[in-house]
């Protein structure tokens, strides 16, 4: 069983940035693959990015050039830094931690980021 803890989200106005973290804990974080997703209000919970293994990242077009994926292995966490907000960017974001072999996920509990003026 893996717990993930999100942290990070605030209110804030557009064209400002907000840092989350998902903190893992597992002894085998190296083994994860790692994303964020993010669920608007009366929306589908939708994929923002992605960290693999092997630090291969990607991003959904909406957030491409805005947000910023990485994790550090050493500390067990995964970071997103978004930059640029836009009012669309509300929303509760979800750390998703994959199993590289088995595929067995786990989410986090979320953090909500509102991008309000």
């Known amino acids: 069983q893996v717990q993930l803890v999100e942290s990070g989200g605030d209110s804030v106005q557009p064209g400002g940035s907000l840092r989350l973290s998902c903190a893992a804990s597992t002894n085998a974080f190296t083994f994860y693959n790692l994303a964020w997703y993010r669920q608007a209000p009366g929306k589908q919970r939708e994929w923002v990015a992605t960290?693999?293994?092997?630090?291969?990242?990607n991003y959904a077009d909406a957030v491409k050039g805005r947000f910023t994926v990485s994790r550090d292995n050493a500390k067990n966490t995964m970071t997103l830094q978004m930059n640029n907000l836009k009012f669309e960017d509300t929303a509760g974001y979800y750390c998703?931690?994959?199993?590289?072999?088995?595929?067995?996920?786990?989410w986090g509990r979320g953090t909500q980021v509102t991008v309000s003026s």
């Open positions: 960290v693999t293994t092997s630090i291969f990242t």
């Open positions: 998703y931690a994959t199993h590289f072999s088995s595929g067995v996920g786990y």
